[in-house]
């Protein structure tokens, strides 16, 4: 049977459910009675629908109101219904359901607080039939009656795991709540996550979710959670990939003669970037402004407006990237097109460094005339000193040190500017890949 179903007072099926509304209170008009459980959650649609303030071009105001009057006289046959379920039928009414009330009913059943007349008891039998689980405990109300039960079921089921990481940590696209019962402590929590983790189904998805979301007081993650979480992550790929294909991509940075005004070329074979760029400018243009200049205009690693071309923008990302996988609240969303611009931008670096490394140049000493005399000769910024790291260091030391030097220079008691920059580049190359 074709019911109705109220989604959103947004949804497209609006105006087809207002006509089929319509059509079933003129026929309830004599009787507006229900003894099985789709109608009364139909009932149930048919009061959101009209709640919702919509109506159809071809019904005046008036007729409208009439049509929201009867609406709201279904309430009545409703809670008839609601009180006579108890634990006589509880479980007979819960298997009648249609696929497409399963949400509506938790949701009636807490409004009409039917839990007064199902025990704890019978409530705990129906859970052995594996119902959806987030219908249930997107109802407070429910979830506090039956607190004990709820958390006795999810003690003893390892897949609850993905509903904890779900509720406290995804970030949903239903927008929808979930409660959890206060009987589940933080011990019976971490467990249900070690157990998971530990076994066979695992989804990747969930598991991914641990490595990389933040636990929340109410969901702790510890770091051994985490190792053991990406070490099963690590796992799955493996055993996925001796049976299945991916989806490849990479890129190469190469430094040559590149004959083009450009002086520098991108081209795209399948899912690889091929990037070359023009050996002998650089070669010819080894002064520090340029030599700077030329992550903006060669490397692209701003855009024209000097912005910063490493984050992530949700734009380049496609619409089947921004809908696949579960992701947590704090996570950096990113696609295969930020990828692919950070793997250049670091075989850039890498690239650029050993062919100016050639000519004896460290990027440590350009960084250091930035700070030490072209702050002083453009801005008139006094008394900078920047403390080259050793040729020695590791990467992550000479970030460090980088970043503290540019934190300084950002330091209010730092800044006396006393004239405008004056941009000093020779090079002509303006390209994005």
């Known amino acids: 049977m074709d019911r109705i179903k109220f989604y959103s007072d947004a949804d497209m099926s609006t105006g087809r459910s207002l006509q ?8 309830l008009l004599s009787n507006p009675s229900c003894e099985d459980v789709n109608e009364a959650l139909e009932f149930a649609n ?24 009867m609406a709201e006289k279904l309430k009545a046959p409703m809670g008839k219904f609601w009180q006579g379920v108890t634990d006589l039928n509880f479980i007979e009414v819960c298997e009648q359901v249609d696929w497409q009330y399963k949400d509506d009913f938790w949701e009636e059943f807490a409004n009409h607080k039917a839990w007064e007349q199902v025990t704890a008891e019978c409530f705990a039998q129906y859970l052995e039939t594996d119902p959806l ?20 079921y999810m003690k003893q089921r390892k897949d609850c795991a993905e509903v904890l990481l779900s509720g406290y940590l995804e970030n949903r696209k239903d927008q929808r709540k979930l409660y959890f019962p206060e009987s589940l402590t933080i011990p019976d929590k971490e467990k249900i996550l070690k157990e998971y983790v530990e076994s066979d189904q695992a989804n990747p998805n969930y598991l991914e979710l641990i490595v990389s979301a933040k636990g929340k007081k109410e969901l702790p993650l510890s770091a051994q959670l985490k190792y053991q979480a990406k070490k099963a992550l690590a796992h799955y790929w493996e055993e996925h990939f001796k049976h299945n294909k991916g989806m490849e991509f990479g890129c190469s940075v190469e430094f040559t003669n590149v004959n083009n005004p450009e002086g520098c070329s991108y081209e795209r074979k399948g899912g690889n970037i091929q990037a070359k760029y023009d050996k002998n400018w650089v070669e010819e243009n080894l002064d520090y402004p340029t030599l700077l200049n030329n992550f903006i205009y060669l490397f692209g690693y701003t855009d024209p407006a000097c912005e910063s071309r490493f984050p992530a923008v949700s734009s380049e990302m496609s619409p089947m ?12 969303r990113f696609g295969i097109g930020y990828q692919q ?12 460094t050993n062919l100016l490394a050639k000519h004896r140049i460290e990027l440590e000493s350009v960084f250091q005339w930035f700070f030490e005399t072209y702050l002083k000769e453009e801005f008139g910024v006094e008394n900078f000193k920047y403390a080259k790291c050793s040729s020695g260091a590791t990467v992550l030391e000479k970030v460090k040190m980088l970043a503290t030097e540019m934190e300084r220079v950002f330091d209010p008691h730092h800044r006396h500017h006393k004239k405008e920059a004056v941009r000093r580049q ?5 390209f994005s890949f």
């Open 20 to 27: 089929q509304a319509e059509q079933k209170l003129l026929a």
């Open 46 to 69: 048919i009061l959101k629908l009209f709640r919702c303030g919509r109506g159809l071009e071809s019904w005046s105001p008036e007729y409208l109101e009439k049509l929201k009057g």
């Open 133 to 152: 689980l987030e219908n249930i405990i997107c109802q407070k109300g429910v979830v506090k009656r039956y607190d004990v039960a709820l958390a006795t």
């Open 321 to 332: 990237e921004k809908l696949m996988g579960v992701h947590s609240e704090s996570e950096y």
């Open 341 to 352: 611009r950070h793997n250049i931008f670091f075989l850039q670096m890498v690239a650029y």
């Open 426 to 430: 020779k090079t002509p190359y303006r």
